[in-house]
Nanobody, 114 residues
Framework: QVQLVESGGGLVQPGGSLRLSCAAS????????MGWYRQAPGKERELVAV???????NYADSVKGRFTISRDNAKNTVYLQMNSLKPEDTAVYLC????????WGQGTQVTVSS
């Protein structure tokens, strides 16, 4: 059974930082492309960042220079370091794992507000 479990969300003030984690089980983690997406109320789900099995990364323009995606294959975990957070970053953040199949986690809420 495949499971992706996100953690690390919460309430943070503008300019603050959070680190999200997504722990995977039931897949050969190192082979998968891992991604972080987000969905704000009333908006479409959007790609935030992706990291390939080889470690190549890609980011949405809106987060470039502020967010960093990384992975630890020994821990079957992908991370999203989020710095200089803005109110418009408020959303549910979800991770996915993509190879032949696509798997999603249930998400973690990030709220940026003073």
């Amino acid at each position: 059974q495949v499971q992706l479990v996100e953690s690390g969300g919460g309430l943070v003030q503008p300019g603050g930082s959070l680190r999200l984690s997504c722990a995977a089980s039931g897949i050969i983690f190192s082979a998968y492309v891992m991604g972080w997406y987000r969905q704000a109320p009333g908006k479409e789900r959007e790609l935030v960042a992706v990291i390939t099995s080889g470690g190549s990364t890609n980011y949405a323009d809106s987060v470039k220079g502020r967010f960093t995606i990384s992975r630890d294959n020994a821990k079957n975990t992908v991370y999203l370091q989020m710095n200089s957070l803005k109110p418009e970053d408020t959303a549910v953040y979800l991770c996915n794992a993509r190879l032949a199949n696509l798997y999603w986690g249930q998400g973690t809420q990030v709220t940026v507000s003073s």
